[in-house]
């Protein structure tokens, strides 16, 4: 079982939909929980990050960790076009190497 | 603009030569990270270095190489390369020894061993 999972999509929505992208691990030790986007031929970019639990909202992005079930979400609302991209989520532990672990992305088309 | 500067942006070479991709951190970044993406692997770190030291390794062939200079700028050396080390190779920085709150990534070295 790899520390993290991610289902690689791709995940097609239409314009104005909530997108819901998810990541499960193993290693009780992660206390950073961060996302990614990659546009195509770009390096990816940090979207936000939550330390330990709870929610995180930034204007139409919500980060969501329930540390009981080892399950992190990143909620897009109103998606547009230029939201498509591939989605790495990354986690990371406070002690000991300061090296997040990544999924292996989520890829994201938004359809007009 | 992330502020990470990588070269070159593309490289194309003959299995078994050696070729350096070169990264400039992010002004102020102490801490450069490389990492290599292929389709079938996801993102892999493979070393860090901070203000000149390395500070942790990853999945890291021993055909690989690392530096960082005293303007911080640093290096990747692969030598004796194979078809399998055609990939995306990035590099990123963060202004301490941790990625877990911030890091920001070039725009990537795309490297065909042909």
């Known amino acids: 079982q790899k520390e993290v999972e991610q289902d690689p999509g791709p995940l097609s929505v239409p314009e104005g939909a909530i997108v819901s992208l998810n990541c499960t691990y193993s290693?009780?030790?992660?206390?950073?929980f961060m996302w990614y986007r990659q546009y195509s031929r770009k390096g990816p970019e940090l979207l936000m990050y939550?330390?330990?639990?709870g929610n995180k909202e930034d204007g139409r992005f919500t980060a969501q960790v329930d540390k009981s079930s080892k399950y992190i979400s990143l909620f897009i609302r109103d998606s547009q076009p230029s939201d498509s991209a591939t989605y790495l989520c990354?986690?990371?532990?406070?002690?000991?190497?300061?090296?997040?672990?990544f999924g292996r992305g989520t890829s994201l088309i938004v359809h007009p | 603009d992330s502020g990470v500067t990588q070269t070159p942006k593309h490289l194309i070479t003959a299995t078994g030569q050696r070729v350096t991709l070169r990264c400039s951190p992010r002004?102020?970044?102490?801490?450069v990270y490389w990492y290599q993406q292929s389709l079938d692997q996801g993102l892999q770190f493979l070393i860090q270095?901070?203000?000149?030291?390395?500070?942790a390794k990853g999945n890291i062939l021993e055909r690989f190489s690392a530096q960082q200079f005293p303007d911080l700028h640093s290096e990747l050396n692969l030598s004796s390369l194979e078809l399998g080390d055609s990939a995306l190779y990035f590099c990123a920085s963060s202004a301490t020894g941790s990625m877990n709150t911030e890091a920001f990534f070039g725009q990537g070295t795309r490297l065909t061993v042909v």
């Open positions: 939550t330390y330990s639990s």
């Open positions: 990354a986690m990371g532990a406070s002690g000991g190497s300061y090296i997040p672990t």
């Open positions: 290693n009780s030790a992660f206390q950073y």
């Open positions: 270095y901070y203000n000149g030291e390395e500070r």
């Open positions: 002004s102020g970044d102490l801490s």
